[in-house]
T-cell receptor, first 114, second 112 residues
Framework: EAGVAQSPRYKIIEKRQSVAFWCNPI?????LYWYQQILGQGPKLLIQFQNNGVVDDSQLPKDRFSAERLKGVDSTLKIQPAKLEDSAVYLCAASLGGDYNEQFFGPGTRLTVL | KQEVTQIPAALSVPEGENLVLNCSFT??????LQWFRQDPGKGLTSLLLIQSSQREQTSGRLNASLDKSSGRSTLYIAASQPGDSATYLC???????????FGKGTRLSVIA
């Protein structure tokens, strides 16, 4: 089966600009997660979707971050406007959900905010 | 609030050595625990998943153990190779379909 796809792989922007990331999970994987990984840290959850509904967005900085998952498949994560501290790797993960819920990760998007 | 700690933060060993990476978590009421490998500039590759009812899982030269009562897991790597050089992350899930809580990782270097 194909893995989790993410694009772009790298993005460099200036502060106050906007940026968007895209994720295409494994077919049939109903649960989708966006994580933020700052250099030297473990990933931290930003938002979790179950199909096209939000399950947990308590850690999402909603004043600047937004995410959607239309039709319960692809997902986009947007930052507007970006700050220097948003420089990180943004990881998308997917799982089947239910009792067997091993998470599979995409390659990530490395964002640098100058 | 669940917190995950990994010790050591970095480890350097000569090729061929057996080694152990440690992971501890503050709340023993976990659903499962997952070990990942992360190469520089890459995403996470799942190595082993241990359900809360299990004590260990094995895959090739890797063996992961879980002691829920003490809040600990270890990842044992046998006969280490330079290709094992990467960052190893431990993560726990506190309930069925919930996000993972990660440690900061252990950066492993295996010297030829």
């Amino acid at each position: 089966e194909a893995g989790v796809a993410q694009s772009p792989r790298y993005k460099i922007i200036e502060k106050r600009q906007s940026v968007a990331f895209w994720c295409n999970p494994i077919s049939g994987h109903a649960t989708l997660y966006w994580y933020q990984q700052i250099l030297g840290q473990g990933p931290k959850l930003l938002i979790q979707f179950q199909n096209n509904g939000v399950v947990d967005d308590s850690q999402l900085p909603k004043d600047r971050f937004s995410a959607e998952r239309l039709k319960g498949v692809d997902s986009t994560l947007k930052i507007q406007p970006a700050k220097l501290e948003d420089s990180a790797v943004y990881l998308c993960a997917a799982s089947l959900g239910g009792d067997y819920n091993e998470q599979f990760f995409g390659p990530g998007t490395r964002l640098t905010v100058l | 609030k669940q917190e995950v700690t990994q010790i050591p933060a970095a480890l350097s060993v000569p090729e061929g050595e057996n080694l152990v990476l440690n992971c501890s978590f503050t709340d023993s009421a976990i659903y499962n625990l997952q070990w990942f490998r992360q190469d520089p500039g890459k995403g996470l590759t799942s190595l082993l998943l241990i359900q809360s009812s299990q004590r260990e899982q094995t895959s090739g030269r890797l063996n992961a153990s879980l002691d829920k009562s003490s809040g600990r897991s270890t990842l044992y790597i046998a006969a280490s190779q330079p290709g094992d050089s990467a960052t190893y992350l431990c993560a726990v899930r506190v309930a069925g379909n919930t996000p993972l809580v990660f440690g900061k990782g252990t950066r492993l270097s295996v010297i030829a």
